[in-house]
């Protein structure tokens, strides 16, 4: 019987392949060209989603951590404070990456078109300041709060895998983690959900125009186009995503307590975004197509 974990295992796997992938070409466009800055930040989301899938809920670490023979207390630590802090940064980059997209794609005469030219300026403290720092730091409580399930009647751990669970807090110390962590969240969504208008409202204007040139080359869709779609189908799709896992995981942490059921709806979840991302990206970016199409008329 095909169980629950073997399609978790295979979800994992698959989004694993297509991440590793999406990875190696962009080290190769970074590398060899000059690239652009949607690049740079789209590599980063690639390697954040790796190890989110590697870290999402012991799916594919756990017989590594065996084979090294890691203590439990260790490798729960290490893996819940790691999809921790991808979670917080596969949003936050998620989140940069329609505000980059909404301001590459404003006309000259709109108030952010003044902001194109400092956006790479810029972005190496966007990265690993603001976002990367404070992702780590507001996830380090878990490595005080984690460990190796024992007994939930005699200690009140919260089982969250098989094998690990989050100790009992003082409920001062959990209301201002959910809270600033539900602010942080709220806030990207946010964001993503205001540029995404402002990029549809923009499409549908130039479809418009397109249309009253009556030209077949301007109806074709430009690069900017693919990647403003696309950007747009993984802000929809993750914001989806994302209320349904933050409705569990309210709904858990309010009960003290996690279904069977919830923790594997969750999984699947964890994993679904960062499998749907780089199919998207592949698909939609020609140079992508080109290099696959190449490989394969090699092999033929």
């Given at each position: ?143 005080f709060y984690t460990g190796g399930f024992t ?150």
């Open positions: 019987m095909f169980s629950l974990e073997n399609i978790l295992y295979f979800q994992a796997g698959l989004g694993f392949l297509a991440n590793m992938f999406l990875l190696v070409f962009y080290i190769f466009i970074i590398l060899g060209h000059r690239p652009k800055l949607i690049d740079l930040i789209s590599c980063q989301l690639t390697f954040i989603h790796i190890l989110m899938i590697l870290t999402g809920g012991n799916v594919m670490l756990t017989d590594i951590f065996e084979s090294l023979n890691v203590e439990n207390d260790i490798k729960c630590k290490a893996t819940l404070y790691t999809n921790r802090v991808m979670r917080g940064l596969s949003i936050s980059i998620t989140c940069l990456l329609s505000v980059i997209q909404a301001v590459t794609i404003s006309p000259s005469t709109s108030m952010l078109a003044k902001f194109k030219h400092k956006l790479r300026k810029h972005m190496v403290n966007a990265f690993f300041f603001y976002i990367w720092s404070f992702n780590f730091s507001l996830s380090s409580i878990l490595i007994n939930v009647s005699e200690t009140k751990q919260m089982k969250i895998t098989k094998s690990c669970s989050i100790l009992p807090m003082n409920y001062i110390i959990r209301g201002i983690v959910v809270t600033v962590t539900t602010v942080r969240d709220v806030f990207l969504v946010g964001v993503m959900l205001i540029t995404s208008a402002y990029m549809v409202i923009i499409l549908f204007r130039h479809q418009r125009q397109c249309k009253h040139l009556h030209s077949i080359n301007h109806l074709r869709a430009s690069p900017e186009k693919r990647a403003t779609q696309t950007i747009l189908l993984l802000v929809v799709f993750f914001v989806v995503m994302y209320w349904v896992d933050f409705i569990l995981s309210s709904t858990s942490v309010t009960l003290w307590m996690y279904d069977p059921v919830i923790l594997t709806v969750q999984k699947f979840l964890m994993n679904t975004y960062p499998i749907i991302t780089p199919l998207l990206q592949i698909s939609s970016d020609m140079r992508v197509i080109n290099v696959m199409k190449t490989l394969q008329s090699k092999c033929h």
